[in-house]
């Protein structure tokens, strides 16, 4: 995450001791680690589909990295650390399922070999763009928006999704309901 590479560097530029730092760290695997397990049992419960699960988790960084150019006391970046961690946590382990329900768990293998190729070929540009607005910009407000604009992006892909997965299942049951036999009430009337 970029987060974690930037940490150190965002709390430095607003006057943060880099020891009181490294707690950024910590606030950011907590909130991982809890919302991995988290987000299975919302998943598996029925409370999101695993659409409303992504749309969450990238609505939720896009919020983050624009909070976090306004953030200049240590407990609010603790705050953002901790809901980044969440949002990475909430979506992170929702990969597998997500490529299971589109492409069947056959090709999975692949399909997760073919994500961490995007996912490192993507890292490759990072280190200049890092570089690009520390050295020339000297602060990385820019690169925090560039990256609240790319999970934007995203949150308009799951919203799409999210969109088809309700269009098909309401045409589903509408078809399920067409298809029920119908029952025929008789009623006979007394005289």
Known sequence: STFMLLSVDLA???GIVPADAAYLLNAFC?????FRAISGCVVDSGWLSLEAVMLTGYLMQAAVYETLI???TLPTLLMCAVVLGASNGFRIGMQ????IHDFGIEVLPIMMGGLAFIIGSVALGRPALV?????RKGKYDGLLHIIAVANIVFVGVWTIRLFIQKRAYRRTSLRAKDNAPMELVVCSVKS
């Open 131 to 135: 570089g690009y607005y520390r050295d």
């Open 12 to 14: 430095k530029d607003r």
């Open 96 to 99: 597998a399922p997500i490529m």
């Open 70 to 72: 306004w953030c200049t």
């Open 30 to 34: 907590a909130g991982d680690i809890v």
